[in-house]
């Protein structure tokens, strides 16, 4: 397991559905912010360090496992490390738990490529692994 980053905000009305739990899907947008967390606490910029090269780590696949709710008003924290890479490619995992009583909510995945600005998939760059592995 990699560097572990968190993140903590709070349920907002909106992201729940009719029974006062949050819908399924902003689990995966959750998944989004950490790691979008996860690239800015280790001092990077994804526009200036991946599409200013002419990259995009577009999500290919992903898994979530939901274990209990989340309601309005809750603080929630997203966990996010680098899971494991290959040359062309990098997976990130994720658990998002209850920031007061730590239960853990859902946990999950995103695997990633490395293309370029022609969405043909190439080689991730020495220094951008070395970001992920450290």
């Given at each position: 397991?990699?560097?572990?980053?968190?993140?903590?905000?709070?349920?907002?009305?909106?992201?729940?559905?009719?029974?006062?739990?949050?819908?399924?899907?902003?689990?995966?947008?959750?998944?989004?912010?950490?790691?979008?967390?996860?690239?800015?606490?280790q001092d990077r910029?994804?526009?200036?360090?991946?599409?200013?090269?002419?990259?995009?780590?577009?999500?290919?696949?992903?898994?979530?496992?939901?274990?209990?709710?989340?309601?309005?008003?809750?603080?929630?924290?997203?966990?996010?490390?680098?899971?494991?890479?290959?040359?062309?490619?990098?997976?990130?995992?994720?658990?998002?738990?209850?920031?007061?009583?730590?239960?853990?909510?859902?946990?999950?995945?995103?695997?990633?490529?490395?293309?370029?600005?022609?969405?043909?998939?190439?080689?991730?760059?020495?220094?951008?692994?070395?970001?992920?592995?450290?």
């Open positions: 397991m990699g560097k572990v980053i968190e993140t903590t905000f709070r349920v907002r009305y909106a992201e729940t559905d009719a029974s006062g739990v949050v819908y399924h899907a902003h689990y995966i947008v959750w998944f989004e912010l950490g790691r979008g967390e996860w690239f800015w606490q910029d994804y526009h200036r360090d991946v599409e200013a090269r002419g990259l995009n780590w577009p999500v290919v696949e992903l898994s979530s496992r939901y274990l209990a709710p989340a309601r309005y008003g809750d603080l929630v924290t997203v966990r996010t490390w680098f899971k494991e890479s290959k040359s062309r490619e990098f997976t990130l995992a994720y658990e998002v738990v209850n920031a007061a009583t730590r239960q853990k909510l859902c946990e999950g995945w995103t695997k990633h490529l490395n293309v370029d600005a022609q969405w043909h998939v190439v080689k991730i760059p020495d220094e951008l692994r070395e970001l992920m592995s450290g």
